[in-house]
Each structure stands twice: as C-alpha cells, then as structure tokens.
Nanobody, 125 residues
Framework: QVELVEAGGGLVQPGGSLRLSCTAS????????MAWYRQIPGKERALVARILGSGHTTYADSAKGRFTISRDNAKNTMTLQMNSLKLEDTAVYYC???????????????????WGQGIQVTVSS
C-alpha cells in the first residue's frame, strides 16, 4: 500500500506562485509514475502533469509554460511548481501514483492506483 500526502496549498493572488509537494510512503518510489490532478466543483478530476520514473514529463495544455513537475527519488517526494496562477487554477489538487510494476501503455490508459487526500488551491484577488 502507498500513502500520498500533499502539502503547500493555500490562497494566492492572480499572477502569484505556489509550490505543492507530495510525499509517498512505501517502496519502489523511483519506479512509479506520479502525477498531479485537479478537480473543480462540478467537474471531473483532470490531469495537470505527470512524471515517469525516467523523469519524462507530460503536461495538460493549461499547465504548459506555467507549471513544472519534478521528483526527488532520494526523498520519495514530488513537487508541482505553479507560476503565473490564474483564477481558473482554483481547484482541489491531488497527488496520484501508479503501481511500480505498470508499464507505460497501461499508465497511459488507466487511472492512478493511489490518491492523496487532496489539497485546496485558491487563486483570488
């Protein structure tokens, strides 16, 4: 079992920055695909950014150029640096992970196996 714990959310003004972090328990962190999702009330949870064990990253169009996902395998942590935040970035952000044994084709076609509890990010003036 993997436990994911998010930190770093809060209130920020438009144009500001926030840094989210996710700490994972369990073994094989370096082999796991990890991701950030977000959910706006009334909408489905959506992928924001994903990082594979290799370090390869993928971003939603809304995040490209503004957000950066990274990982520190030595510390079992993943971060999401969010810059130039907009009102529409307001959401609950979730850390997510896939089982370490899953291959890329499965990761691309299935939802994550593990989820954090979510953390609120509010962009407001």
């Amino acid at each position: 079992q993997v436990e994911l714990v998010e930190a770093g959310g809060g209130l920020v003004q438009p144009g500001g920055s926030l840094r989210l972090s996710c700490t994972a328990s369990g073994s094989n962190f370096r082999r796991r695909a990890m991701a950030w999702y977000r959910q706006i009330p009334g909408k489905e949870r959506a992928l924001v950014a994903r990082i594979l064990g290799s370090g390869h990253t993928t971003y939603a169009d809304s995040a490209k150029g503004r957000f950066t996902i990274s990982r520190d395998n030595a510390k079992n942590t993943m971060t999401l640096q969010m810059n130039s935040l907009k009102l529409e970035d307001t959401a609950v952000y979730y850390c997510a992970a896939w089982m370490a044994t899953k291959i890329l084709s499965t990761i691309n076609s299935t939802p994550p196996d593990y989820w954090g509890q979510g953390i609120q990010v509010t962009v407001s003036s």
